[in-house]
């Protein structure tokens, strides 16, 4: 197997419905670090979040994630971790070298490095990949599949009026 550039990386969501532009952020944390520790937002936190639609359980999220790591042979270099806030252990672990984000969470990637400085940590490097698009050129989102106006893949499900 060939090794990731970083040790330990970072990355979190609330992972609901489990979408193409969830699985590229996965893949992408697979790719570049050798042990992957995942925050999954608690069911708590989700409902802090005010998250315009309905969320699966934590418990179902969970299934459907370590279903989707499996299915891509990485059980072995997984950690999920249940989280309560944006940054989970991230925040106090210095054994963390590396975040994968997306474009719009990056601005939380840099107020956690911002964080760790203030703790006396070495600021993670920040691997940013690009959103993934639905065939009408809009990022796929788990609020667009809930309105049944994409599919988990992207693909337009209803025509815009």
């Known amino acids: 197997m060939a090794r990731g550039r970083f040790r330990v990386v970072g990355v979190a969501g609330t992972f609901d419905m489990l979408h193409k532009g969830h699985k590229a952020l ?5 790719e570049v670090g050798d042990l992957v520790v995942i925050g999954l937002t608690t069911d708590e936190f989700v409902a802090e979040m005010g ?18 790591i499996c299915d891509e042979g990485n059980l072995h270099r997984v950690e999920v971790i249940a989280i309560n806030d944006p940054f989970g ?50 990022p796929i989102s788990t609020t667009r599949i809930r309105a049944g106006e994409i599919d988990r893949e992207g693909r337009l499900l209803k025509q815009p009026s």
């Open 26 to 30: 996965l893949r992408k944390a697979f």
């Open 51 to 68: 998250k315009p639609h309905e969320v699966a359980s934590y418990r179902e999220r969970l299934e459907e994630l370590l279903a989707f």
């Open 89 to 138: 252990p991230a925040i106090w672990d210095g054994g963390f070298e590396a975040i994968v984000v997306s474009e719009e969470t990056a601005p939380r990637a840099e107020q956690l490095n911002a964080l760790r400085a203030r703790k006396g940590l070495r600021p993670l490097e920040v691997i940013v990949i690009p959103m993934v698009l639905a065939e009408d050129g809009k």
